[in-house]
């Protein structure tokens, strides 16, 4: 495991739709000032704009919601908190439909996702991206079915104790 340290982001949003443009050019400006591979800029900021906008319905109130990025040598891990304590659920979606693809497309690029709750009413969606090429290590276990998410009991593991500056 690499001893490096984490670079980090957080960002605090406003709960309207043009927050996740706000939130797709932030993520693609930290990754692009971490020298971050130009695909896992795409995919975050696709996973990004999804998780923001369900954050948005969810909320559909002046609470706001929060974007992280932790950015380690193995993953990218993206957080998206907001204060609707439901679980997200993937939903089937026609041929003709022009929504609920959401999260079978964060499911798709992330090697794996789920939620947890934060108090006193709320939620963070977390995705881990991989940084290196797909055939680089095999593919962890899933922590979730991403037709039934289940709370994990704390969010996934944090980087170790080392400060950024």
């Known amino acids: 495991?690499?001893?490096?340290?984490?670079?980090?982001?957080?960002?605090?949003?406003d709960s309207t739709p043009e927050?996740?443009?706000?939130?797709?050019r932030h993520t693609a400006l930290a990754l692009h000032c971490w020298h971050a591979r130009v695909e896992l800029s795409d995919a975050a900021r696709?996973?990004?704009?999804?998780?923001?906008?369900?954050?948005i319905r969810a909320c559909g109130g002046p609470g706001g919601f929060t974007l992280s990025l932790a950015l380690r040598d193995e993953h990218l891990l993206v957080q998206v908190g907001d204060q609707?304590?439901?679980p997200p659920r993937p939903r089937e979606a026609g041929s003709d439909a022009t929504g609920g693809?959401?999260?079978?497309?964060?499911?798709?690029?992330?090697s794996r996702w789920g939620y947890y709750r934060t108090p006193p009413n709320g939620k963070v969606v977390?995705?881990?991206?991989?940084?290196?090429?797909e055939d680089t290590a095999p593919?962890?276990?899933?922590?979730?079915?991403?037709?039934?998410?289940?709370?994990?009991?704390?969010?996934?593991?944090?980087?170790?104790?080392?400060?950024?500056?």
Request: proline letters at 17%; one cysteine or more; glycine letters at 4%.
């Open 101 to 110: 693809r959401g999260l079978h497309l964060v499911d798709e690029l992330s």
């Open 19 to 24: 927050s996740v443009a706000g939130a797709r």
């Open 126 to 133: 977390w995705a881990e991206l991989p940084t290196g090429p």
């Open 84 to 86: 609707d304590p439901r």
């Open 1 to 13: 495991m690499s001893r490096s340290r984490p670079r980090l982001s957080l960002l605090t949003l």
């Open 139 to 165: 593919a962890p276990t899933p922590l979730v079915d991403a037709r039934q998410p289940r709370v994990p009991t704390s969010p996934p593991p944090a980087p170790p104790a080392d400060r950024c500056r």
């Open 46 to 55: 696709l996973v990004v704009s999804e998780l923001a906008t369900n954050a």
